[in-house]
Nanobody
Framework: QVQLVESGGGLVQPGGSLRLSCAASVNPFNMYRMSWYRQAPGKEREWVAS???????RYLESVQGRFTISRDNTKKTVDLQMDSLRPDDTGVYFC?????????????WGQGTQVTVSF
């Protein structure tokens, strides 16, 4: 059974940092594009960042330069380093795995971890 387990959320003041981590049981991990999404209260879920199986990364414009996504194919983890956090970064952050080679299965979601940016 596929599992994505996020950790590292919490409460942080504006300007602070948090590091989220996602442990994935998908196999083979290096055939999956790994992403982070977030959902703010009362808003739709939005894509934040992706890291493909070759390590190439993409970011939502509003987090570019502040967030860094990285993956470890040996440990089967994907992290999101979040710096210079702002109140509008508040939300539940979800790990997402999408296979990009055949057979196409998923995508898969984690249960989410809460990030709150506030004084």
């Amino acid at each position: 059974q596929v599992q994505l387990v996020e950790s590292g959320g919490g409460l942080v003041q504006p300007g602070g940092s948090l590091r989220l981590s996602c442990a994935a049981s998908v196999n083979p991990f290096n055939m999956y594009r790994m992403s982070w999404y977030r959902q703010a209260p009362g808003k739709e879920r939005e894509w934040v960042a992706s890291c493909d199986r070759f390590g190439a990364t993409r970011y939502l414009e509003s987090v570019q330069g502040r967030f860094t996504i990285s993956r470890d194919n040996t440990k089967k983890t994907v992290d999101l380093q979040m710096d210079s956090l702002r109140p509008d970064d508040t939300g539940v952050y979800f790990c997402h795995a999408e296979r990009v080679t055949f057979p196409l299965v998923g995508p898969f979601w984690g249960q989410g971890t809460q990030v709150t940016v506030s004084f």
